[in-house]
């Protein structure tokens, strides 16, 4: 490790980072919303950035001392509207859900009524769920994905904008496998006369690479995640049309944050540039591959797909037939040394603490380099334990075939002694 155990005086912090750095490595994540970053970012992450209070903005900030600040902030501001074609940045959020929030403070007023992808069919907390500021500070109404083929239809999401009068229509999703039409969400935006802020924090990267339709032609706002697909440090950006860069800004800060963390937003940076390239590019494109190739083989081990399919980097698997529950599964799994996530299916009959499905994603295995060969493998892995998900000798023995597939992708031991 870099970290020096010798010099390192908590050790007790020392040996469970230790311990997370070898989970990484020799288990495979398929959570939708992770992914493993470079040493770059790391170190970027990671350096005196960290001491630094700048709040404010380039060239008008509360302390002095920040003229290196304003450089590296105003680059990830540049880069991010370059990769994007946005005329507006804000690299401070420290989330997506602060973004989120951000846009509301500078759109809405308290009481004001959002329409967004319900929770329990592949939407975000922070899209109008009851637990959510969203859901609690304004009046909350859903869209559904159709009983049908379980995909958004488009004709019903108009007919409940023009019935709720929405002052905000959010487009976008954390459990959605399919590609979202954003020209049709803002045509439903202008006709029943609200602003469109579309959520692309799960398909960021795919978008920046070409992979997906991007929103920011059609929406008013747009939200992400610097993780999750576009590899990058954990948090948040706000891309707008200039008309709203004033309000957007103000809302971030004084509105609801205060100091900006310039060690995330330097690394914001590095990841912002790494998306640029065309090698980042053939990567999304294998993502979607992989997800595509092991939600294939999984519908033909027996298990349904929601939606039939996949055109991103996640899939959703019911697993009613199976007899099992989405918490048994994630359970299961994890012993197993697979990381998935228990997930509401659409018209779920349980609780999102029980869950009849899991999500899968596949970001983080093609970042280890992971390509189709190995994603029959994993697939068949997941279906033994599946079959038998309390049989610990299975765990076991799963899990040593877990470790030695890991092996032969190193990620984290190229980089710390594990």
């Known amino acids: 490790m870099k970290m020096n155990r010798e010099n390192f005086k908590d050790q007790e912090i020392y040996e469970l ?5 070898e989970r990484e490595e ?13 040493e770059e970012i790391l170190e970027v992450q990671g350096c005196v950035l960290t001491n630094k209070y700048a709040e404010g903005y380039p060239n008008k900030r509360y302390y002095s001392g920040c003229r290196f600040l304003d450089q590296i902030e105003s680059i990830a501001i540049e880069r991010a509207k370059a990769l994007f074609g946005a005329e507006h940045v804000n690299v401070q959020p420290h989330s997506g859900s602060s973004a989120n929030m951000a846009v509301f403070y500078a759109a809405l ?45 488009y004709d019903e999401i108009r007919s409940i904008a023009l019935k709720e009068k929405p002052k905000m229509i959010i487009a976008g999703a954390s459990a959605y496998p399919r590609t979202l039409d954003f020209k049709k969400f803002r045509e439903i935006a202008d006709e029943a006369g609200a602003y469109l802020l579309v959520d692309m924090a799960h398909i960021a990267g795919l978008i920046a690479a070409g992979c997906h339709p991007s929103p920011v032609e059609h929406a008013h706002f747009v939200t992400t995640t610097t993780h999750k697909t576009l590899r ?8 707008c049309k200039q008309e709203f860069a004033k309000a957007i800004d103000s809302a971030i800060f004084p509105g609801i944050q ?57 899939f959703l698997v019911d697993l009613t037939a199976k007899g099992t529950t989405g918490k048994v599964a994630q359970e299961a799994l994890e012993k197993s040394g697979i990381m998935v996530n228990k997930n509401l299916i659409p018209f779920d009959g349980r609780g999102p603490n029980i869950t009849s499905g899991i999500r899968i994603g596949t970001p ?29 000798a299975v765990y076991n023995k799963i899990k040593e075939q877990v470790k030695t597939l890991c092996k032969r992708f190193p990620f984290y031991s190229k980089i710390y002694q594990i």
């Not at 990058?232 to 891309?239: A, E």
């Open 232 to 239: 990058g440090p954990r948090g948040g950006l706000i891309l």
């Open 109 to 153: 007023k308290t009481g004001d009524t959002i329409l967004g992808m319900d929770i329990a069919h592949g939407g975000h907390l922070t899209h109008g769920a009851r637990a959510s500021f969203s859901g609690k500070f304004y009046n909350a109404v859903g869209y559904k994905v159709s009983g049908k083929n379980e995909m958004l239809d």
């Open 17 to 21: 980072v230790k311990h997370e750095i």
């Open 258 to 314: 205060g100091g900006p963390l310039m060690h995330v937003i330097a690394a914001k940076a590095v990841a912002l540039k790494q998306a640029m390239t065309e090698e980042f590019r053939q990567y999304q494109k294998q993502i979607i591959k992989n997800a595509q190739r092991m939600c294939s083989n999984m519908e033909k081990q027996g298990y349904r797909i929601v939606s039939g399919g996949t055109d991103n980097h996640l």
């Open 364 to 392: 983080a295995v093609t970042t280890r380099g992971m390509k189709e060969p190995e994603m029959d493998m994993i697939a068949e892995l997941i279906d033994r334990v599946l079959t038998s998900p309390e049989d610990e």
């Open 26 to 38: 020799h288990s495979l994540i398929l959570i939708a919303s992770e992914n493993y970053v470079d």
